[in-house]
C-alpha cells in the first residue's frame, strides 16, 4: 500500500511538472515562435543552401560528428591524419564548422531575430533555438551523406601536438558518420585501425591536453547532470564525463585558440575572455584542498592538480566542485584598433574565441566571418564589425536568461524526482559545508547554515543542514521537496532539526503558526 501511494504522488508530480516547465519559458521571458517573416526567410535561405555551397570542394574529407544522443544541430565534424606539411611526423586536423553566416542576410528580420535570442536554449521538455530548425537541424546542420557548406579548418600539428600551421576557408564537405560520445568512446576503447580518426583523437586529445597543462590552463571535469525524458517522466541522470568527451573538447579549444590570434593580429574581433583567480579566491582553495586531505602542491600548477583528480573519490569530487571558485568572471571583449586590455581566457591560459558552435550560439557566426576575411587579406565586412561592439552585452544577457531558465529546471524536476519521499533517508556526499564565518552570518540572519551535497540516487545536487565536513559521506533526510519554490533540503540524519518560527520547546509548533512543518523559512 506504501508503494501505490508513492506511485501516486511520483505520477502526480510529474503532472505538475509538465505544467511547470512550460511556465518557465513565460516567466524567464524565452522567445516564443519565431515571427513569420523570420520563418519565411529561413525557408527561403534553406531552399537556396545548394546553390550557395561554396566552390571549393572538400568532400573527399572523410569527415565524422562527435554528439550527445539525439542531437541534430550539428556544429562540427573532424577528421585526423598523421604526417603534417608533408613529413611524416606530426598530425593533421581537419574541422569543419557549420557555414551559419550563409543562411543570414545581413539587416534581414533573420538576422535581428539571432540577435535577440542570442543562443540555443535547452530545457527539458523543450529546445528554444538560435535560429529556426529548417536551418539549425536540417539544412545548415552537418548531417552525415549530405553535402553542406562549411567553414574548414586545417591544422598542421608537430609530434608534440603544438599548432606550426593553421587555415580557414569556405567549403564544400560531407560528414560520413553521426557517432554520440558513448559510440565515439566505445570504439576507440576496442582499438582497431591506429590511424582512425577516433584513434588519432585521443591521441592528439592527450598530447593537447598536456599543452594545456604546460601552458598553466586547466579543465573542470565534473559529473554531467542532464535531464531525460523516460515512460515515467522527467528524470535527472549524471554520469562522470567520457574520456572522447575531453579529447573533442581540446579541438574545439585549439580552434578559438588559432581564432583568436587571427583576430588580435587583424586587430578586430571579439574574445572570450575570463580574468585570472584573485589571491584570496586561491588561497581558500588551496586550504580547502588541505582540509579534503588532498593538498594542492605550491609548486604544481594547478590544470595539472585539477586533471589528476580521481572524481570518483568523495573528497576529491568536494575539491573539483570547490574549483568553481577559481573560473568567475568569463564574459566577451570587443576591440576593433586597439588591443584590448584583457585579451587573455585565464582558465585556458590563452587569448581564445568562441568559433566552434555558430548554430547554437551567436557570437561564433562573427567569429567565422572575421577569420575568414582576416586570412583571405580581406576587409572585415561592416555588417559584422559594425555589430562586434554590441555583441559581449548581448551575449551576457542571453547567458543570463539561460542559465536561470536551466538552473530553474533542473530544480523543477530534482523536487519532482523526490515528491512524496520526505521523512526518508539518502545515501549522499557533502560537497561543501558552510565556512565558520558563513555559519556565524546565517545565524545573525536567522536562518541555520547549508552546504551541498552529491545525493547517490536519485543524484541530485542540494542544500542540506547540519553538521558535516566536506568530502564525508553521510545520510541525510529528506526534509522539503517543493515545486512550488523549485526547493529540495535535506537535513543530516540524527541531528536535531533547527528551530523554526513559532516553534515551542518539544518540537511541536505553536498553535497559531499553521506553517508546513518541511517548510522552512530560509528555503528557496
Known amino acids: ?38 520563418l519565411a526567410e529561413a525557408e527561403q535561405a534553406a531552399a537556396n543552401a545548394a546553390d550557395r555551397l561554396p566552390v571549393n570542394d572538400r568532400t573527399d574529407l572523410p569527415l565524422l560528428t562527435i554528439d550527445p544522443p539525439g542531437s541534430t544541430d550539428l556544429d562540427q565534424a573532424v577528421h585526423l591524419q598523421r604526417g603534417s606539411g608533408g613529413q611524416d611526423d606530426g598530425f593533421t586536423v581537419h574541422y569543419a564548422i557549420a557555414d551559419v553566416p550563409a543562411f543570414i542576410t545581413p539587416g534581414s528580420a533573420l538576422d535581428a531575430e539571432t540577435l535577440r535570442r542570442g543562443q540555443t536554449v535547452y530545457l527539458p521538455d523543450a529546445r528554444i533555438p538560435l535560429h529556426p530548425e529548417v536551418i539549425s537541424e536540417d539544412t545548415g546542420s552537418l548531417l552525415p551523406g549530405v553535402d553542406r557548406g562549411a567553414y574548414l579548418w586545417t591544422f598542421g600539428l608537430d609530434r608534440t601536438g603544438a599548432v606550426v600551421s593553421t587555415s580557414v576557408e569556405r567549403a564544400r564537405v560531407r560528414s560520413r558518420e553521426q557517432l554520440t560520445y558513448q559510440e565515439a568512446q566505445h570504439r576507440i576503447d576496442s582499438g582497431g585501425d591506429p590511424g582512425s580518426t577516433l584513434a588519432l583523437l585521443k591521441e592528439v586529445g592527450l598530447l593537447r591536453a598536456r599543452l594545456e597543462t604546460d601552458r598553466g590552463g586547466a579543465s573542470l571535469r565534473l559529473p554531467e547532470q542532464e535531464i531525460t525524458a523516460t515512460d515515467h517522466g522527467y528524470e535527472v541522470l549524471t554520469a562522470p564525463p567520457l574520456d572522447v568527451e575531453d579529447w573533442n573538447a581540446q579541438i574545439s579549444l585549439m580552434t578559438g585558440i588559432a581564432a583568436a590570434h587571427i583576430m588580435l593580429e587583424g586587430g578586430v574581433g571579439i574574445l572570450r575572455t575570463m580574468p585570472p583567480a584573485d589571491p584570496e579566491a586561491e588561497s581558500t582553495f588551496r586550504a580547502r584542498t588541505q582540509a579534503l586531505g588532498h593538498p594542492w602542491p605550491q609548486d604544481q600548477p594547478y590544470g595539472e592538480y585539477l586533471r589528476d583528480l580521481d572524481i570518483t573519490r568523495p573528497q576529491e569530487l568536494a575539491i573539483m566542485h570547490a574549483a568553481t571558485s577559481l573560473f568567475r568572471g568569463a564574459g566577451y571583449t570587443a576591440f576593433d584598433g586597439d588591443t584590448p586590455d584583457v585579451s587573455v581566457q585565464s582558465a585556458i591560459a590563452s587569448p581564445y574565441a568562441h568559433t566552434t558552435a555558430p548554430l547554437r550560439r551567436l557570437v561564433d557566426r562573427f567569429v567565422l566571418a572575421t577569420c575568414l576575411a582576416l586570412e583571405n587579406g580581406e576587409e572585415v565586412p561592416q555588417s559584422v564589425r559594425g555589430l562586434l561592439p554590441s555583441l559581449p552585452a548581448a551575449m551576457k544577457d542571453s547567458s543570463l536568461m539561460a542559465s536561470r531558465a536551466t538552473n530553474a529546471a533542473r530544480d523543477l524536476v530534482e523536487a519532482a524526482s523526490l515528491q512524496g519521499m520526505e521523512g526518508q533517508e539518502f545515501s549522499a556526499v557533502v560537497i561543501s559545508a558552510p565556512s565558520s564565518e558563513q555559519a556565524a552570518k546565517a545565524r545573525r540572519e536567522g536562518r541555520e547554515p547549508w552546504g551541498e551535497i552529491q545525493v547517490e540516487q536519485p543524484p541530485v545536487l542540494a542544500r542540506f543542514e547540519g553538521h558535516a565536513e566536506a568530502g564525508q559521506r553521510i545520510r541525510a533526510v529528506l526534509v522539503t521537496a517543493a515545486m512550488a519554490t523549485r526547493t529540495v533540503l535535506f537535513r543530516v540524519a540524527g541531528q536535531t532539526p533547527p528551530p523554526r518560527p513559532g516553534e515551542v520547546p518539544g518540537g511541536a509548533l505553536a498553535p497559531e503558526d499553521h506553517t508546513d512543518p518541511v517548510d522552512w523559512p530560509h528555503q528557496g
Not at 501516486?8 to 516564443?32: G, H, K, N
Open 1 to 38: 500500500m506504501a508503494h501505490y501511494h508513492l506511485d501516486l504522488a511520483r505520477s502526480a508530480a510529474q503532472t505538475e511538472l509538465a505544467s511547470r516547465l512550460a511556465a518557465l519559458r513565460e516567466e524567464f521571458s524565452l522567445p516564443a515562435a519565431f515571427p513569420p517573416e523570420v
